[in-house]
């Protein structure tokens, strides 16, 4: 087992349940190369994956405890127990990437249920309230300020896509022109425009109080403290 996946499991040992977007700030596997890693545990029984608003994983607890009892039994026997774990049951690993053609991935796009009235909750960052996606894009001005040598790559792996469905937390001008030819998506104004060390990027503009949660769970982990 090489040094990168026992830190994956060295990390969900202390962090059960934890988001893709945690497990790559944790030990740098992002994209591709986490899911397949993610999904060769599963299969070797070594790591669980939980569904919800979004997908988390945890060590499989069916290991842990048939561990422990394997030891107990050989302490006061003397004969080994087969420790094998059996996942005939387990639901199949649940690919969220598809690849085309060209062996490029893209996010699997889940339909965004309607809000059935407009929600003006407020939220408090740096001692000023915002609306959810002025909220965001706070945020991420915030992390570039601390963070100047960030460019585009970095910055994906910080925020991934698979933190909003769809139109992802950020993307460059032109990405961002053509995932929403009808409508403004994503804040636009020359001032609201981020910077980075390679290219410009705008912040998307179409959050609520439940899909701006994967993203708020981020930002506590870098330290940002939301309200």
């Known amino acids: 087992m090489d040094n990168v996946t ?9 962090n059960p349940k934890s988001n893709k977007a945690a497990i790559t700030i944790a030990t740098s596997l992002a994209g591709l190369h986490l899911f397949n890693v993610l999904k060769k545990l599963h299969a070797d029984g070594l790591v669980e994956q939980h569904e919800g608003e979004e997908k988390t ?20 026997t003397g004969e080994p127990k087969d420790t094998s ?16 053609v060209n062996n490029e991935t893209q996010s699997v796009q889940k339909p965004i249920a309607k809000s059935t009235g407009r929600d003006s909750s407020k939220l408090t960052f740096n001692g000023q309230e915002y609306g959810k996606g002025p909220l965001v894009r706070a ?31 950020f993307q460059d001008e032109e990405t ?23 290219k ?22 870098l330290g940002y403290e939301v309200k």
């Open 85 to 100: 774990v059996r996942i005939d049951n387990e639901p199949p690993f649940q690919q969220d990437k598809t690849e085309d």
């Open 176 to 198: 961002a022109a053509v995932i929403a030819k009808k409508g403004n998506r994503y804040f636009t104004k020359p001032e609201q425009v981020i910077k980075l060390k390679d």
């Open 200 to 221: 410009s990027v705008v912040v998307c503009n179409q959050f609520t109080l439940a899909n701006i949660q994967p993203f708020l769970k981020v930002a506590k982990q």
């Open 57 to 76: 994983y945890s060590l499989f607890k069916r290991e842990t405890e048939e561990s422990a009892e394997s030891r107990n039994s050989a302490s006061m």
């Open 139 to 169: 945020v991420l001005a915030q992390y570039v300020a601390d963070h100047p040598d960030t460019d585009y790559k970095k910055l994906k792996e910080v925020f991934p896509d698979d933190l909003l469905k769809r139109f992802g937390i």
């Open 6 to 14: 026992q830190k994956l499991l060295d990390f969900l040992k202390d």
